[in-house]
């Protein structure tokens, strides 16, 4: 179960870091000077640009849930283990 619950935080941290790689690319810049210089509220609320936030977001949280949760299922293991 432990090796099941493992790939799936392992795919759900590739999807995560894939998608915060893109927009990283996209804007050129991280998640958190996007957020610092508004660049929502520079681009008017464009459906594409407010869509991008909430992923990126969603994304850049997903990232940290994930290494969290790998963290704490490998430390776990080494309880129960060693």
Known sequence: ???LLEAEYLRRLGRY???DRTLTQKYGMTFE???ERRVV???GYTWDVETDA???EMAV???RTM???LR??????RVQHG
């Open 1 to 3: 179960m432990r090796l």
């Open 17 to 19: 870091r894939r998608l």
């Open 33 to 35: 000077e996007f957020m």
């Open 41 to 43: 509220q520079q681009k």
């Open 54 to 56: 909430m992923d990126w």
């Open 61 to 63: 949280d997903g990232m």
């Open 67 to 69: 290494e969290r949760k």
């Open 72 to 77: 704490e299922l490998r430390e776990s293991g």
